[in-house]
């Protein structure tokens, strides 16, 4: 039942909780464990109480520790008591006394608002009117089924489980439109009366562009029209 409740996301109400519903509760993997404790559920001991002694809720629990009482139980492996010998002989169980002390150690895992009390001090109050002023105080009723218990947060059949992220609105991008430029380019040869041929580029872009340059083939290139007008394509 607490696995279906966890799977499904169901609650149980913990105010005003009924002896009855207290003692009908689970032993195992109980709803009102101590947090942080270790929750002995599946161990050696566990399973015998669960298989051999029949022990699965909380009442079964507390009428198996009730031998603690009992002036006839030893507390030890070889008790002779009447009930620790039908567990012996008819269920099956090697220390009877070893699953009381693990029935007494399972509830102390347990927090005490969950545990059956045993005068009625804690029982919920039962519908009486109590005069505060000219307002009447009724005490809230007590839950006496497990049904009434239950607590679950459900959504309409066309409402999504889990609520999706909002779409996040994207900024809007702003695109340089492209600038159309003239570029100038030109290759030539320089042959000064007395001095070699130099052959050189140019090239000159609108607007005062630092790009703007010229260039001389080094001396130890062809210096010719047709290298100069490759040499400045490479350049452009």
């Known amino acids: 039942?607490?696995?279906?409740?966890?799977?499904?996301?169901?609650s149980f109400e913990t105010v005003h909780l009924s002896n009855e519903i207290k003692e009908d509760m689970p032993l195992?993997?109980?709803?009102?464990?101590?947090?942080?404790k270790r929750q002995e559920n599946n161990g050696r001991k566990a399973k015998c109480l669960r298989k051999k002694h029949a022990v699965i809720k909380?009442?079964?629990?507390?009428?198996?520790?009730?031998?603690?009482?009992?002036?006839?139980?030893t507390r030890n492996e070889a008790?002779?008591?009447?009930?620790?010998?039908v567990d012996r002989t008819v269920r099956k169980c090697q220390n009877p006394h070893a699953c009381i002390v693990a029935a007494a150690a399972r509830l102390g895992q347990i927090l005490p608002k969950w545990i059956p009390t045993t005068n009625g001090a804690l029982e919920p109050t039962p519908a009486t009117?109590?005069?505060?002023?000219?307002?009447?105080?009724?005490?809230?009723?007590?839950?006496?089924?497990?049904?009434?218990?239950?607590?679950?947060?459900?959504?309409?059949?066309?409402?999504?489980?889990?609520?999706?992220?909002?779409?996040?609105?994207?900024?809007?991008?702003?695109?340089?439109?492209?600038?159309e430029v003239e570029i100038?380019?030109?290759?030539?040869?320089?042959?000064?009366?007395?001095?070699?041929?130099?052959?050189?580029?140019?090239?000159?872009?609108e607007g005062g562009n630092p790009s703007c340059k010229g260039k001389c083939i080094p001396v130890t290139g062809e210096q010719s029209q047709y290298a100069a007008e490759l040499f400045t394509a490479l350049e452009a």
């Open 79 to 85: 008790c002779s008591c009447d009930a620790c010998e």
């Open 1 to 10: 039942m607490v696995k279906c409740m966890n799977k499904y996301g169901v």
């Open 184 to 205: 100038f380019i030109a290759g030539a040869v320089h042959t000064p009366a007395s001095r070699t041929a130099r052959a050189a580029a140019g090239i000159f872009i």
């Open 28 to 36: 195992w993997h109980h709803p009102g464990k101590v947090p942080g």
């Open 129 to 179: 009117t109590d005069t505060v002023g000219e307002k009447d105080f009724k005490p809230p009723a007590g839950i006496t089924t497990l049904a009434q218990g239950l607590r679950a947060m459900t959504c309409r059949a066309d409402e999504p489980k889990e609520r999706e992220d909002p779409p996040m609105r994207r900024r809007a991008e702003t695109i340089p439109t492209p600038k």
């Open 58 to 73: 909380v009442h079964d629990a507390l009428d198996l520790i009730r031998r603690l009482d009992d002036p006839q139980h």
